[in-house]
């Protein structure tokens, strides 16, 4: 008999399975493939590892406007391949042995939840007093015709290619699909993207977005408003906002138009686990509609970041040992990881004034940092943009453009979550030179 029975290893299964097992809790961990789940085998770690070895192939190639002469250039795919593998290896040998340090019990192979407190995989029936659904999603496929195809990939595929393609068809501007367009464009392929609605990143500042998409243009083609209606061999065929038929020839397609979460073939129907398309229904406790059964993370639905299911699991574990503890989403961060980068927090702009602010907002270039500029030259474009609640004072988003922005964009996340006035922002000292001092002497422009 377990404590907690935990179906699902990625980063909301083994990290609330290891904060389990540090408390004192006798945890099992049931994963069909790999530790780490999709975001360290086929999603966050390898694209990110790859994204990186092209940002050193771009920087080489730049090297000589800041004063260092190289050789020639190469990018080696199977170099980039390789140190990806590396990467992942290490990563997942790491998590096997933070789960033996916390006494946390793994079993590899399929779940069957058979309703509270059971769980079976293969011929064994395992017993808890507590059960945690950490399925995951899978990359939808829509029912598009000549999908089916080899040189038609998903996110997963792509990740594992031996030839780097002439030409690349993202199907989808979300995440995932820019993430990749960033990655071919910088090597030299010819990027098309084709995205049904008007702007890519659907949760992006407007404003924000055109200048992320004017940093990428002369690299990557954006076709918007537009809708692929088949494939045709290696011709992508696709309709415009006014009607108009066109086509695109590309050696692979990239098919990047979401993610649906992990609810089929596991019993979650007949155990009467409350669920629809769009994932298992919880509350801000992560508790479902069953009694000591808990879902976190892309399969419920709400989020789909890897530290939105860290967090859902956090939130989970409080509440199974009795601690007052709920999700929230008002201040979740997220990050493109392309070039440049974008990330943002809160409210943009639209949303704010959809949710009934009286909003005012704030922004300012990056080339308003001295290192920002040093580092990346006049033309590396990139910006930060405020704003807030004009009756309150109170920030409601921070929303950046540009190389790192990344790792910026947790401080925004802590302002929001506290509920820092702009003001009491104002009154923080931010070290001297770095990029992120541009967030605060933004905040003396509202």
């Not at 990110?48 to 730049?62: F, G, R």
Request: proline share 4%; charged share 25%; hydrophobic share 40%.
């Amino acid at each position: 008999m377990y404590d907690i029975i935990i179906i699902g290893a990625g980063p909301g299964g083994y990290v609330m399975a290891e904060r389990a097992g540090h408390r004192g809790k006798k945890v099992l961990l049931i994963e069909k493939e790999h530790l780490g789940g999709v975001c360290l085998n086929w999603g966050c770690i390898p694209t990110k590892t790859l994204l990186n070895s092209a940002k050193h192939y771009v920087h080489a190639k730049e090297a000589p406007e800041f004063g260092v002469t190289t050789g020639e250039v190469k990018f080696d795919l199977s170099k980039a391949m390789a140190w990806k593998t590396e990467v992942i290896e290490t990563l997942r040998a790491g998590i096997g042995f933070m789960m033996k340090k916390n006494k946390v019990t793994v079993v590899n192979g399929e779940a069957k939840f058979l309703g509270p407190h059971k769980v079976k995989v293969g011929d064994e029936v395992y017993e808890g007093t507590d059960v945690v659904i950490a399925t995951g999603s899978s990359p939808f496929v829509p029912p598009i015709p000549g999908a089916k195809q080899p040189h038609v990939m998903t996110s997963t595929e792509i990740l594992s290619i031996d030839k780097m393609p002439e030409t690349l068809t993202v199907i989808g501007g979300g995440v995932i699909g820019i993430e990749f367009a960033s990655f071919f464009s910088s090597l030299g392929v010819k990027v098309d993207v084709i995205e049904m609605l008007d702007e890519i990143i659907p949760f992006m500042d407007r404003a924000q977005a055109k200048e992320f998409r004017r940093a990428l243009k002369g690299k990557v083609e954006f076709n918007l408003g537009c809708k692929v209606t088949a494939i045709d061999g290696h011709t992508v065929k696709y309709t415009t906002k006014t009607g108009e038929e066109k086509s695109i020839q590309a050696d692979v397609v990239l098919m990047s138009v979401g993610r649906v979460p992990n609810l089929g073939n596991m019993g979650f129907e007949e155990a009467g686990l409350d669920f629809d398309r769009r994932g298992i229904k919880v509350d801000e406790q992560q508790r479902t509609n069953l009694p000591n059964v808990y879902a976190i993370g892309d399969v419920t639905g709400l989020s789909q970041l890897a530290h939105s299911a860290t967090r859902m699991g956090e939130v989970a574990l409080n509440t199974i040992c009795g601690q007052r503890d709920r999700f929230r989403m008002n201040a979740i961060p997220w990050a493109v990881y392309s070039m440049p980068e974008v990330a943002g927090c809160g409210f943009t702009e639209e949303q704010a004034q959809a949710a009934g602010h009286k909003v005012k907002t704030a922004s300012l270039p990056l080339t308003m940092s001295g290192r920002f500029l040093a580092e990346n030259g006049k033309r590396g474009p990139g910006s930060v943009k405020v704003i807030k609640d004009a009756d309150t004072d109170v920030l409601l988003g921070v929303h950046m453009v540009g190389a790192g922005v990344s790792e910026m964009i947790y401080g925004a996340a802590v302002m929001i979550e506290s509920e820092l006035r702009v003001k009491d922002i104002r009154e923080i000292v931010f070290p001297h030179p770095t990029v992120g001092e541009v967030i605060r002497d933004t905040m003396f422009q509202l």
